[in-house]
């Protein structure tokens, strides 16, 4: 068993411990609410701007879906793969790197694939065994559309230039603090829409309903990135909310089991002490 000095130690240090994952605990709490306000405020356009595109898109002949329609063979893809910049967050980056090496050796296999990235953890991991075409993780400095839309068009501008056949996000889908859902979403071609076409038929076009989803798609494209990696920041914040509230209570009972052992310990010394004792004195009466 450790000596008295060695366990008071422990316990200290595990203090200690416990007061910084406190804290970052309440960090994340903290940015988690503005965080899930920004995806909760967004989805709604997002979702109607999908419903609009998919509106006009329904009305319109094959030949009306522009270029970022255009299904080629896919031999090469491109996968875009949201991470984060930090650690502490349970298996929120690892979830994002184990489904990208999935589709590597799986979905894809055999076939060219490449990478972009976005988040430190998951460039760091990923490059050691892939191509990574780009790195953009500086974009959680200053997360905002337009330096999303910079990203989204240089996407845009790799598929229209036929540098490669297809181009997935993957990323963390934000349910609530506890919980996040690993995504893998097609980008580029842009996914056939179905609808009904007489739900268009009850609007006049101005100018026409070819140029207006020309100009809808790019939007909805950068729309669909800032939303992607919008929920994948939420997902982080609310996933490093979680775990750190998990370490906070796993060093509390190794504090308080610590604490147990220190106090048997310290009784087992005491008794040791006492039978010395009255062994010294029954020594010293015989």
């Known amino acids: 068993m450790a000596n008295l000095k060695e366990i008071r130690n422990r316990i200290s240090s595990i203090g200690s411990t416990m007061q910084i994952t406190s804290a970052m605990k309440m960090v994340s709490a903290a940015k988690l609410k503005k965080a899930q306000d920004a995806i909760t405020a967004m989805r709604p356009y997002s979702d109607k701007l999908t419903e609009l595109l998919q509106s006009l898109s329904a009305s319109l002949d094959g030949d009306g879906g522009s270029q970022f329609a255009d299904n080629r063979p896919v031999n090469k ?4 793969a949201i991470t984060s910049n930090r650690g502490l967050c349970g298996a929120f980056n690892s979830n994002i790197i184990k489904q990208s090496n999935n589709l590597v050796s799986g979905k894809y296999a055999g076939k060219q694939v490449d990478f972009v990235t976005i988040g430190k953890k998951g460039n760091d991991i990923l490059r050691k065994k892939n191509t990574i075409v780009a790195n953009h993780s500086s974009i959680y400095d200053n997360l905002t ?4 839309a910079e990203i989204a068009e240089f996407l845009m501008d790799q598929f229209t230039k036929g540098n ?4 997935e996000l993957v990323y963390n889908k934000f349910k609530n603090a506890a919980t996040q859902l690993v995504m893998t979403e097609q980008f580029l071609p842009i996914v056939s ?9 009850d609007y006049i076009f101005e100018p ?5 989803v020309k100009e809808l798609i790019p939007k909805s494209l950068k729309t669909q990135l ?7 920041f939420a997902s982080e914040h609310g996933a490093r909310m979680t775990a750190m509230h998990k370490a906070t209570d796993n060093a509390k009972d190794l504090r308080n089991q610590l604490k147990l052992t220190y ?3 310290r009784q ?8 010395e004792i009255v062994g010294g004195a029954e020594a010293l009466n015989n």
């Open 208 to 212: 026409s309903k070819v140029e207006i």
């Open 263 to 265: 106090n048997k310990a």
């Open 193 to 201: 829409m179905e609808g009904d076409a007489s739900k268009a038929a």
């Open 268 to 275: 087992a010394a005491i008794t040791n002490e006492i039978l």
């Open 77 to 80: 893809v491109l996968v875009v």
């Open 145 to 148: 559309f337009d330096n999303v």
């Open 164 to 167: 490669y056949d297809k181009i």
């Open 226 to 232: 800032y939303k992607a990696i919008r929920d994948s």
